[in-house]
Every structure is written in structure tokens, then in C-alpha cells.
């Protein structure tokens, strides 16, 4: 049975820094796609990073590039999610996501077979 296990998220303060971890077991996930999706309040869910394979480009949204660092440990079939300089409107539900194998569209989250039950992160201005 494939499951992703979110940890890290919490309430912080404008400006401060939350690392958020999955933890992935039932399958090795270092050819498929991972990443991070989003779901603000009231708002629909959207891509934040995530990578196509382990070892190949990350891409991020243009609302988190400089703030966030997306990585992946395959030894440990974790990725990670740092956020840093965070703002109220990173508020949201954060999803770790993964594929079976590569996909063509990596923002688009009909692309991912895998979701975790996602963890709360809140952000107070």
C-alpha cells in the first residue's frame, strides 16, 4: 500500500520559517514526479515545486521562487519542503504529491496518482 506521510507544518509568523517533510513508503518514488501542491482558503489547490525525477530540474511557482527549496532524499524516500520569508498568503493545506513515473505537466494536479493527507500551514501577519 503507497502512502505519503506529511510532517512539519504549524502556525508562524509572518517572515519565519517552516520545513515541511513527506515521508513515502509502499514504492520507490526516485523515477517518478514528486512535489507540493496547496490549497489556500476558500481557493483552489495549486502547484507550489516539485521535480519530474530525483536529479532533474525543480520548478517552482512564481509566488514561491527565492522563499522555498524543494529536495529530495531517495535513500530515504523523503522529500522536503523549506519555506522561508513566509507570508499570510502561504496560508493553505499543503499536498505531498507523487506520479508513476514521470509526467509531461508537473504544476498540474491531475498529473498525480499519490496524495497525503496534507498538513495545515498558517501564516499570522
Known amino acids: 500500500q503507497v502512502q505519503l506521510v506529511e510532517s512539519g507544518g504549524g502556525l508562524v509568523q509572518a517572515g519565519g520559517s517552516l520545513r515541511l517533510s513527506c515521508a513515502a513508503s509502499?514504492?520507490?518514488?526516485?523515477?517518478?514526479?514528486m512535489g507540493w501542491i496547496r490549497q489556500p482558503p476558500g481557493k483552489e489547490q495549486e502547484f507550489v515545486a516539485g521535480?519530474?525525477?530525483?536529479?532533474?530540474?525543480?520548478f517552482y511557482a512564481e509566488s514561491v521562487k527565492g522563499r522555498f527549496t524543494f529536495s529530495r532524499d531517495d535513500a530515504k524516500n523523503t522529500v522536503y519542503l523549506q519555506m522561508s520569508n513566509l507570508k499570510a498568503e502561504d496560508t493553505g493545506v499543503y499536498y505531498c504529491?507523487?506520479?508513476?513515473?514521470?509526467?509531461?505537466?508537473?504544476?498540474?494536479?491531475?498529473?498525480?496518482?499519490?496524495w497525503g493527507r496534507g498538513t495545515q500551514v498558517t501564516v499570522s501577519s
Open positions: 509502499g514504492v520507490t518514488f526516485s523515477n517518478s514526479a
Open positions: 521535480s519530474k525525477w530525483s536529479g532533474s530540474s525543480t
Open positions: 504529491v507523487a506520479a508513476r513515473g514521470p509526467v509531461f505537466e508537473l504544476t498540474d494536479p491531475i498529473a498525480y496518482v499519490y
